[in-house]
């Protein structure tokens, strides 16, 4: 180290823990959109990757703490109510087939961790709890899936970074390989191998 470079300063632990609070907020963000950001901002903010994926892990469980009581009343008022044991059935229908490529509602834990990789947590729980699983098992079969997306698009945001050199950008470019790159996958496969 030069005489005439200061060392940088290490995070005071008021901002660290406000900063960490960004990222989660940045995390919390439905549909995967929040972490190229969250990402990048850990990333400035000097957070270490591990502690930045375990803010993502706690964004997850933050999630299931919030969801299942949802997904448990709807249970319960889909069963007792005929006009939303229909609406049931038919998002029970668009679920089946939205799953069917992962192995459908009767999913093994190896499905379910894909269902919610592929889709998102909420659809690999609620893909969980119609297979049977409960709360405990269908939220871990459903994080493990999302730390497994979260890890590709973590890593891709991080590596494009460095050679975009502009967070913006690489979000933007991020955020459209998100949605275009499924789509395209979905186009190829029906088109070629249908």
Known sequence: MSVFTMPEPALLPSHAASSMLAVVKLFLIPVGGGIPAGVLLAQTQRIPWPITATLYLLSDLLLA????????????????I??????????????????????????GPVALVMIAFG????????????????????????????MLYYAVIALSTLRLNRYIKDPDITMLIVLVAMFAVPF?????????FA
């Open 65 to 80: 703490c919030a969801f299942e009581p949802v997904l448990r009343g709807i249970t319960r008022l889909c069963t007792g």
């Open 184 to 192: 395209l996958v979905r186009r190829v496969r029906s088109t070629f």
């Open 119 to 146: 889709v998102d947590p909420m659809t690999g729980r609620a893909s969980a709890h119609a297979a049977g699983y409960g709360f405990v098992a269908g939220w871990t079969f459903a994080i493990a899936g999302d």
């Open 82 to 107: 005929p006009f939303l044991a229909r609406l049931g059935a038919a998002l029970e229908k668009a679920s089946s087939r939205t799953v069917a490529p992962f192995g459908g509602v009767g999913a």
